[in-house]
T-cell receptor, first 113, second 115 residues
Framework: GENVEQHPSTLSVQEGDSAVIKCTYS??????FPWYKQELGKRPQLIID?????GEKKDQRIAVTLNKTAKHFSLHITETQPEDSAVYFC????????????FGKGTKLSVIP | GAGVSQSPRYKVAKRGQDVALRCDPI?????LFWYQQALGQGPEFLTY????????KSGLPSDRFFAERPEGSVSTLKIQRTQQEDSAVYLC?????????????FGPGTRLTVT
C-alpha cells in the first residue's frame, strides 16, 4: 500500500518568513495530493491540493509543487502570519479503489510574532 | 452551506462497552469515509461508502468495528466491547465525486476515551 513520509515534524519560523514542508510517497499510481491544516481540537481543513497532471499550484500565500519522477511534493507558505500556526498534513490518493487518503504524520508549524 | 457534522463530539466509555458514532455528510455527497486519528498522528483510513454500499472496509482494525450507511446519507460507526487502544478521534469525511482525486471534507470528529 501507499506510504507517505513527511518532514520536518516541527517547524518554527519568524513572522513574515517562508515555511516549507516536504512529503514523499511510495505508490507511483498516486495522482492526487491534498494538504490539510488542523488547529488544536478542530477538523482537518483542506487548504490546497494538486493533481498529477500539474507541477505547481498557487493560491495567494500558499503553493504546492509536485515532482512525480522523484515522488515528492512540497507545501510552501510565504509571508507567514501567527494564524498560520497549526499542524499541517500531506496526503496521497491513487484515485482507484476506495480513493482513501494516506496521510503523513504531520508538521507542527509555529509562527513566532 | 452546512458542513460535515458528527455526534457526539466527546464520548467516554468504560472498557467493554459498545459505542455508536454518527456522521452527517454534506447533503448530496455520494462518498463517505471514516478515519481514525490517534494523538499526534495523521488520520488513518478505516472504511469507505459509495452511497449505501460499503466498498472498502480494509482499514477496520478488528471485527469489533462495524460501519453502516443504510440510506446512503447518515453513517454510523459502531465499536463493540471497547478497548483502551480504541481511544482516538474518529473523523468522518465526505466527497461529492465517486472517482478519485476529489476533495474530501472532514467533520469535527468524535473524541473517544476508553477508561
Amino acid at each position: 500500500g501507499e506510504n507517505v513520509e513527511q518532514h520536518p515534524s516541527t517547524l518554527s519560523v519568524q513572522e513574515g518568513d517562508s515555511a516549507v514542508i516536504k512529503c514523499t510517497y511510495s505508490d507511483s499510481a498516486s495522482n492526487y495530493f491534498p494538504w490539510y491544516k488542523q488547529e488544536l481540537g478542530k477538523r482537518p481543513q483542506l487548504i490546497i491540493d494538486i493533481r498529477s497532471n500539474v507541477g505547481e499550484k498557487k493560491d495567494q500565500r500558499i503553493a504546492v509543487t509536485l515532482n512525480k519522477t522523484a515522488k515528492h511534493f512540497s507545501l510552501h507558505i510565504t509571508e507567514t502570519q501567527p494564524e498560520d500556526s497549526a499542524v499541517y498534513f500531506c496526503a496521497a490518493s491513487n484515485g482507484a479503489g476506495s480513493y482513501q487518503l494516506t496521510f503523513g504524520k504531520g508538521t507542527k508549524l509555529s509562527v513566532i510574532p | 452551506g452546512a458542513g460535515v457534522s458528527q455526534s457526539p463530539r466527546y464520548k467516554v466509555a468504560k472498557r467493554g462497552q459498545d459505542v455508536a458514532l454518527r456522521c452527517d455528510p454534506i447533503s448530496g455527497h455520494v462518498s463517505l469515509f471514516w478515519y481514525q486519528q490517534a494523538l499526534g498522528q495523521g488520520p488513518e483510513f478505516l472504511t469507505y461508502f459509495q452511497n449505501e454500499a460499503q466498498l472498502d472496509k480494509s482499514g477496520l482494525p478488528s471485527d469489533r468495528f462495524f460501519a453502516e450507511r443504510p440510506e446512503g446519507s447518515v453513517s454510523t460507526l459502531k465499536i463493540q466491547r471497547t478497548q483502551q487502544e480504541d481511544s482516538a478521534v474518529y473523523l468522518c469525511a465526505s466527497s461529492s465525486r465517486t472517482s478519485g482525486g476529489y476533495e474530501q471534507y472532514f467533520g469535527p470528529g468524535t473524541r473517544l476515551t476508553v477508561t
